[in-house]
C-alpha cells in the first residue's frame, strides 16, 4: 500500500462514525440529546468531511457538553457567549465548517442577543439547539421556552411568564436557514442536518431534545416518544401537481411565520431557506478588494501603515 509522499498525501480511509467519537457521553440515561448526538456522528459519515475541517463549539449546560463527544476541533465558552466566537472562527477560516450547539437558556436567554447579530449578518455555521424548556445542567430552572405552569426552583408555584416561540425568533433573526426537528426523529435530523450543512450562511435547526430529570414528557403530549404525532413539513417540489398549490415554499417568509405559529408543537422541517450574501464572502470581497489598492501589501505592511497613519 503506497504511504505517500509530501507533494502526494496517500489517500485517506473512508471516516467511520468510530472515528468521529470522543469521549463517552455523560449525560443522564435516556437524554434525548443522546439521539442528537448519534445523528451528527451519522451525518458526519455520510458527508466524509475531514476532521481537521470540522469545529464544534458550545457554551454552558448539559447540551453544551457536545464538543466534548466528537472528534474534532473544539472549545466550550462562557455560558450563552459560543455563538461571538463562533463567528470569529467563520470569518477567519472560511475553509472549516463551525458547528454551534447548546441548549434554549443558552440560546434563547443569556445568549439571545448574539443569536440576532449572528443571524442578520449570516456569517457561515450551523447552529444547533436542544430544546429540552428547562435549564438541566443547573437542575431545573424555568427557561424561556418552559410553558406557563411549569414548576421548577426559580418558580415554585408554577411559571406565569409567557414563553418565547423559538421559530419565530429565529426567523425574526434574519437567519437564512430555519429548521425544527425531535430528538426521537434521527432520519429526519439527519435530513436536516446534512441540509443546515449544505447552506451557505447561517443555518439554525431547533431540536426538541427531553431531559428526562427534569423536565421528562415535554413534548409527549402531542409527540409521544416514538414520534406517533410527528408532521413532517411538505415542501413546495414545482412538479405542477394540484396538491403542489398546498404545499410550503420554504422561500416564503410569511408562510415561514405562519408554519411557527401553528399550535404547539406544530410541525416539523425547514420553515424557511433563501439565499443571501455571506458576511464571509462580503468581508473576503471587502479584502481583495484593499490588497489590490495596496498592491499586494503584507499583513504587517498594512499594520504598520496603519499605525503611522494614527501617529
Ligand atoms: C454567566 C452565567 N450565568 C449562569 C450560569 C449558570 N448556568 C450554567 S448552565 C445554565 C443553563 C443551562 O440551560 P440550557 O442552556 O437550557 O442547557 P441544558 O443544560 O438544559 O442543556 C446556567 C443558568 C453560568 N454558568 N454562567
Ligand atoms: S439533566 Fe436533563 S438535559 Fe441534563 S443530561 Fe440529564 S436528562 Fe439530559
Known sequence: MSTGT???????????????????????????????LA???RVLEKMQLPHERIVTLAGI???????YFVNSHGGHFIHGRALPFASGVSLSRDDLHVFVFGGDGDGFSIGGNHLQHAGRKNIKMTYVIM??????????QTSPTSPIGFKSKTDTTGAFDRPINPMNTLLASGATFVARSHATQVNHMVEMFERAMKHDG????EILSECVEFFPGAFDTSVPRKGG????IEEKRGDGSPEDA???????????????????????????????????ALEAGLIAKARERTKGAS?????RATFNRLR
Open 6 to 36: 509530501l507533494d502526494t498525501p496517500a489517500p485517506r480511509p473512508p471516516l467511520t462514525r468510530k472515528d468521529l467519537r470522543a469521549d463517552h457521553p455523560t449525560w443522564c440515561p435516556g437524554c434525548g440529546d443522546f439521539a442528537v
Open 39 to 41: 445523528s451528527f456522528h
Open 61 to 67: 449546560g448539559c447540551s453544551s457538553r457536545f464538543p
Open 131 to 140: 430544546d429540552n424548556s428547562v435549564y438541566g445542567l443547573t437542575k431545573k
Open 202 to 205: 447561517f443555518s439554525v435547526i
Open 229 to 232: 404525532s410527528f408532521v413532517a
Open 246 to 280: 398546498n404545499r410550503h415554499d420554504p422561500t416564503n417568509l410569511e408562510s415561514a411565520f405562519a408554519l411557527a405559529n401553528e399550535q404547539w408543537p406544530g410541525v416539523f422541517g425547514v420553515f424557511y431557506q433563501v439565499n443571501r450574501p455571506t458576511k464571509n
Open 299 to 303: 499583513d504587517l505592511d498594512l499594520l
